[in-house]
């Protein structure tokens, strides 16, 4: 009897072994490129995490089969991570970090460059200097030296709109801020609701605030506000809530009017303009609109839908994109790894990428061409030649304030658009415990 | 065994249990060790230990490196949000439980009196099989406020156009000073007058099929003429001028006014002109009647910070209830019948019958319910996450979500987030305490 029990004992204890054996483990993918046959001695295994998954997996799987016929000997082990920056920080502690990784922010690179665990890649700083402009550059620096390479590049500053209701309007899109509002005005006197807002998503209200603010009150105290070395009662930040109120506060010309604007979330808010007849002629945000309603709306580009730069602000900054970027790092260093961060600085590598769609690189040497249509060309040459680059001021700051309160707080003026400086005191004390707190 | 066999060939009549078999101590112990260990290692490392480490957590700061007393706890009742958070979970506690016990038991007594009954009681059941979260994803889509998009409001809204037309330019605006926020021309009309009702923000969309191009009115001696038109052409035109393209609006009610008094009132035309014959004098204004512009319904704002709540319990009830019937009308049918017989045959009308008799019985089974969804309410977590809309998620939120959303929605305060948990087990101590208590009694 009592022998009959351990044997029960033990099976249990089995079971639990395997299904926690079956619990970790993940998918490795091994590139297995066609070996064209090209001058290289170097050999051996690079090991890369980043966040592609589906489509984009496949398309930097295409990428590092460019790769593998410049260098038939290297193999790269590439494995997704939903979070690379928790997989990695785990990783770097246990010590087996991988060879390179890309990391979808450069303020998770600082953090690895201040625990010692990224090498610096000088050795491409040329290739990089050539083929990006100085914030891409100056984003991938740390201390001096060079530690990240910018491969995939995110663009904010992007208007997309309604063609038809454009047309119907007889408006043509605006380069200048002014312009905006006053074809704002005879959008609507033509019968739609001129801007369509994703108010129940606080980001995409932060994205306007700060494609208004970067413009309005330049690149210097963009990164002071970032920072919090200015508060946020500054007179700047309360012109450029000034100049938001007169969206947010043209409350009949907002799809849903502002009450309805904050319980639309980000999809149905691209929704509104992808639809036929509209609900709104525009909507402020990035060049991942379209991906949101693709499959689901038949809205065609250029005849259903364009794209325009977010307009100048007092005529400064036409040409100013705020964003997000995927940066390449390296955890250790040997030729293999070298060989492979060299080959994502060129044009090449990205233009591979670039003709599968759904991406745009930062590298300013990509032919335009390289795009599969005129509209990922236009956001993407607007990336990649921005004058001045910025990341996401949300992203950067703590996620107590730019992931939370941040929103909450735009979302109280969207609600009462007169109320300027109480939004910015009530955003300056929120910033002030974020800031303390981290 | 020897002596067993030699029994079985000559069975005595008085069976005798076998001599127990000397056993030293430790095995007697090793016996239901081998049976409560692997449960025991299973609560103590999944349950036990991880619920004193977020208590010694709570202690402790947000990175885990400072002991800071009860920091956390001063931050817990001094955080609006959190207060916002331990009212809405007063509010759930108050209503959810007591609203799912007692709509379990009417409708566990009236589902035993139809027919059909076990297909009503899985129709009512189904909802318990669908996840929490997907409840309030169904539900989200459910309360949107646009009646085109929410079924809720859409039903109200069929209700409402009864009641209420709405009009047929719901959106327009006069597109000049000359007309004013009333849609009444400002300019005092005698005979021969001129009226120019234009109107923008009208949609070329809602412009009836059978328009035409508007024309400015042409002066006419006894009678006052006018033109009601979408001012709008491409790049806006020039407002209170009839241009080229611009299409009149058939079928809208102009009436006329004399010292703010209705005097008459007629429809334009395919082309949005209107004639008023048989005036004289002076004094009259032109006004395109209100109902025109009658805003539609615009659908209750069921994801808004005030109702938001009450939806989500709504949400709640509609799993709930089904599983609170089920059991309950387990628990009726375990009621000896001769007892109701009996409260019958003594006169007893049936509502006294549910009310001193069937309840009482029941009473075991109610507590166990109301127990349950008590607990069930505390933790009350992705109804909340699926529902609520971001801008209102802090009026919605239940300090089970605060604790999720401060440890991991990017802020990573785990000592908050600890010190939460902690708060949320205590609430939970008096249930835990009483389920035990009346699980000992029925034992």
């Given at each position: 009897m009592s022998k009959r029990a351990w044997a029960v004992f033990a099976a249990l204890t089995f079971a639990l072994a395997v299904v926690a054996a079956g619990c970790g483990g993940g998918g490795d993918n091994e590139s297995k490129g066609g070996g064209g046959s090209t001058t290289s001695n170097v050999k051996g295994t690079v090991s890369f995490i980043a966040v592609w998954t589906g489509p984009e997996q496949q398309s930097i799987q295409a990428v590092f089969n460019g790769f593998k016929k410049k260098y038939p000997n290297v193999t790269v082990k590439y494995k997704s991570a939903k979070d690379p920056g928790q997989v990695i920080t785990t990783a770097v502690q246990g010590g087996n970090p991988p060879d390179v990784a890309a990391l979808n922010s450069p303020g998770l690179m600082k953090g690895f460059v201040d625990q010692d665990a990224l090498k610096p890649i000088d050795f491409a700083k040329s290739d990089v200097e050539a083929n990006f402009s100085a914030d891409w550059v100056k984003f991938g620096t740390v201390n001096g030296k060079l530690y990240g390479l910018f491969f995939k590049g995110a663009n904010k500053s992007t208007v997309w709109y309604n063609v038809h209701a454009f047309d119907d309007a007889g408006v043509e899109p605006p380069t200048e801020w002014s312009d905006l509002l006053k074809d704002a005005k005879t959008i609507s006197a033509s019968g739609t609701p001129a801007y369509s807002l994703g108010g129940a998503d606080g980001w995409t209200l932060t994205d306007l605030f700060e494609n208004i603010y970067i413009r309005q009150a330049g690149p210097e105290k963009y990164d002071q506000l970032a920072d919090h070395k200015i508060p946020w009662t500054d007179p700047s930040v309360t012109k450029a809530l000034t100049e938001m109120a007169k969206i947010t506060g043209d409350t009949k010309n907002i799809a849903g009017g502002s009450s309805g604007a904050l319980q639309t979330n980000f999809p149905d808010s691209v929704t509104n303009v992808f639809s036929n007849p509209p609900k709104a002629a525009m909507i402020f945000e990035g060049d991942f609109v379209p991906g949101v309603v693709a499959g689901q709306s038949t809205a065609k580009p250029k005849t259903d839908y364009n794209v325009f730069p977010f307009p100048a602000v007092g005529g400064k900054g036409g040409d100013y994109v705020v964003g997000g970027g995927d940066v390449v790092v390296m955890f250790k260093d040997n030729p293999a790894a070298r060989a492979l961060v060299k080959y994502l600085a060129t044009p090449e590598a990205a233009e591979i990428w670039a003709k599968r769609g759904g991406y745009s690189s930062p590298n300013k040497n990509v032919a335009e061409s390289a795009y599969p249509d005129e509209i990922t060309r236009t956001t993407a040459t607007a990336l990649a030649k921005a004058s001045t680059f910025r990341f996401d001021m949300s992203d950067l700051a703590p996620a107590t304030f730019g992931g939370d309160a941040e929103f909450t707080d735009l979302q109280a003026f969207l609600k009462s658009p007169s109320n300027v400086s109480g939004t910015a005191s009530k955003l300056e004390s929120d910033a002030k415990k974020a800031y303390k707190a981290s | 065994m020897t002596s067993t066999s030699v029994r079985a060939e000559f069975p005595d009549p008085v069976r005798t249990p076998p001599a127990p078999r000397p056993v030293s101590r430790a095995r007697s112990l090793l016996l239901p060790a081998s049976f409560l260990g692997p449960a025991a290692v299973l609560l103590i490392v999944w349950m036990i230990y991880p619920a004193l480490r977020t208590v010694a957590r709570s202690f402790w700061n947000d990175r885990g490196n400072k002991f800071v007393w009860f920091q956390n706890y001063d931050r817990l009742f001094s955080d609006s949000v959190i207060h916002t958070a331990i009212k809405n979970n007063v509010i759930w506690i108050a209503v959810a439980p007591l609203t799912v016990t007692l709509l379990g038991l009417v409708l566990a007594v009236l589902i035993e009196r139809i027919a059909w009954q076990s297909a009503l009681k899985v129709i009512l059941f189904m909802?318990?099989?669908?996840?929490l979260f997907a409840v309030g994803v169904i539900w989200r889509i459910m309360y949107l406020q646009e009646p085109d998009k929410g079924a809720i409001n859409a039903g109200l809204n069929a209700i409402h156009d009864v009641v209420k037309e709405p009009g047929v330019l719901p959106r327009a605006e006069p597109s000049s000073p000359a007309v004013n926020s009333r849609f009444v021309y400002t300019k005092q009309l005698g005979s021969g007058g001129t009226a120019l009702l234009g109107l923008t923000a009208i949609s070329p969309q809602n412009v009836p099929s059978d328009a035409e191009q508007a024309e400015t009115p042409q002066s006419k001696q006894g009678a006052i003429t006018g033109v009601v038109w979408?001012?709008?052409?491409?790049?806006?035109?020039?407002?209170?001028v009839v241009e080229k393209g611009e299409l009149g609006i058939p079928g809208v009610t102009v009436s006329l006014l004399k010292d703010g008094k209705k005097t008459d009132s007629t429809t334009t035309d395919t082309k949005g002109a209107f004639t008023f014959d048989g005036v004289s004098g002076s004094g009259y204004q032109a006004q395109i009647a209100p109902a025109t512009f009658a805003q539609p319904w615009g659908g209750v704002?069921?994801?808004g910070s005030k109702l938001i709540t009450p939806a989500m319990i709504i949400a709640f009830l509609w799993t709930a209830v089904g599983f609170a019937m089920v059991v309950i009308g387990a628990g009726l049918s375990a009621i000896p019948r001769d007892v109701l017989e009996a409260a019958r045959t003594d006169g007893a009308t049936e509502f006294q019958v549910f009310r001193r008799v069937t309840v009482p019985l029941l009473m075991p089974v109610l507590t166990v319910v109301f127990v349950t969804q008590m607990i069930g309410v505390l933790k009350i977590f992705d109804i909340i996450y699926a529902i609520a809309p971001g801008s209102v998620q802090n009026d919605a939120t239940t300090l089970a979500f605060e604790m999720w959303k401060r440890s991991f929605l990017g802020a990573n305060a785990f000592g908050f987030g600890a010190a939460i948990a902690s708060f949320l087990m205590l609430l939970f101590v008096p249930f835990l305490i009483y389920q035990v208590r009346s699980q000992r009694r029925n034992n």
């Open positions: - | 909802p318990l099989a669908i996840s979408r001012d709008f052409s491409p790049g806006g035109g020039k407002p209170g704002q069921w994801l």
